[in-house]
């Protein structure tokens, strides 16, 4: 009997489906892009200059504070602003030191004369004035600074004026006037003597002052 025929071959059994990927689904295995090309630098060209930045403006300058008036802010001046000037000044004149001020020594020549030499202090001072450029005006110098006008004496154009400094320290003053002429006022010698020899050369200074 004749052969069976060959039975037909197998067909060949399917290729494996592909496995998926996640990475290259996320495209990480993709080509790198060409980095672009570095620009060429040529070191021998002078570099760019840099730019200056633009000036910042200037703040505009506060005008200067007005200096306070401490008298004023205080009411130390009240109205004495909207006086005249004469009512600004002051009648006392009087000397003071240490806090005293010098009083009239009413005394009569004779009792000058007694107290003149006891007084161990003598100051000297001389001045040209045209304040003191009369007896009178001197006398009226001595009054104003305090002392006592004991005696004014015409003849010799000279005057003697006596004061008191804290009841005990005797201050004793003698002048003599000699006009200079041609209107340069008198030429003024004065002796101060006093039991106080610091007293005496204060009182001195102050009546210089007063017939500038």
Not at 32 to 44: C, E, H, I, K
Request: proline share 14%; with cysteine.
């Amino acid at each position: 009997a004749p052969a069976a025929p060959a039975a037909p071959p197998a067909p060949p059994a399917p290729a494996p489906a592909p496995e998926i990927d996640l990475l290259d689904m996320m495209a990480f295995d993709a080509p790198a892009p060409t980095p672009a090309a570095a620009p060429v630098v040529d070191v021998f060209s002078a570099p760019p200059e840099p730019v200056a930045p633009a000036p910042e403006p200037e703040p505009a300058l506060a005008p200067p504070p007005q200096p306070a008036d401490p008298f004023a802010a205080s009411g130390l001046l009240g109205d004495v602003s909207d006086q005249p000037l004469a009512d600004l000044t002051t009648a006392d004149s009087k000397f003071e030191y240490g806090g005293q001020k010098m009083a009239p020594l009413a005394v009569s020549t004779a009792e000058f004369g007694g107290k003149w030499g006891s007084c161990p202090a003598t100051t000297p001072l001389s001045a040209v004035t045209t304040k003191a450029a009369t007896l009178a005006q001197f006398m009226d110098l001595c009054d104003r600074a305090g002392a006592h006008k004991v005696e004014a004496i015409a003849a010799t154009n000279e005057g003697i004026c006596a004061g008191m400094m804290g009841g005990s320290v005797v201050i004793l003053i003698h002048g003599k006037v000699t006009p200079q002429g041609g209107g340069a006022g008198s030429r003024v010698d004065v002796t101060i003597k006093s039991t106080d020899a610091t007293v005496g050369g204060v009182l001195a200074m102050y009546m210089q002052n007063m017939m500038r």
